[in-house]
């Protein structure tokens, strides 16, 4: 078993950026694929980003693709999201999620795929 904490949400303007991180302890990290999502109140959980074992592979959602990145270090048991150029419909609360898996160099983009998941942190764009 595996336990997410996110952290780095806020309050930004349009334009802005943060960085989101994801600690995970328990179980070895590196044995994990890593997501980001999002979800708004009344709303759908959104894929945000996916990264494999090892962090050779990823993917992100063509809404914010070229403007958000994910990354992680597995010696520090933390998966990221870089936020650039921040807008407003991107403000939601942000988590992380795990999956455990034998392939190293693979992501998985189905939400419902993973099996731990943090707490969320806010992020909130202004115009």
């Known amino acids: 078993q595996v336990h997410l904490v996110e952290s780095g949400g806020g309050l930004v303007q349009a334009g802005g950026s943060l960085r989101l991180s994801c600690a995970a302890s328990g179980r070895t990290f590196s044995s994990y694929v890593m997501t980001w999502l999002r979800q708004t109140p009344g709303k759908e959980r959104e894929f945000v980003a996916a990264?494999?074992?090892?962090?050779?592979?990823?993917y992100h959602a063509d809404s914010v693709k070229g403007r958000f990145t994910i990354s992680r270090d597995n010696a520090k048991n933390t998966v990221y999201l870089q936020m650039n150029s921040l807008k407003p419909e991107d403000t939601a609360v942000y988590y992380c999620?795990?999956?455990?898996?034998?392939?190293?160099?693979?992501?998985?983009?189905?939400?419902?795929?993973?099996?731990?998941w943090g707490q969320g942190t806010q992020v909130t764009v202004s115009s």
């Open positions: 999620a795990a999956k455990e898996t034998r392939y190293s160099g693979t992501y998985d983009t189905a939400l419902n795929d993973y099996d731990y």
């Open positions: 990264i494999s074992r090892s962090g050779g592979s990823t």
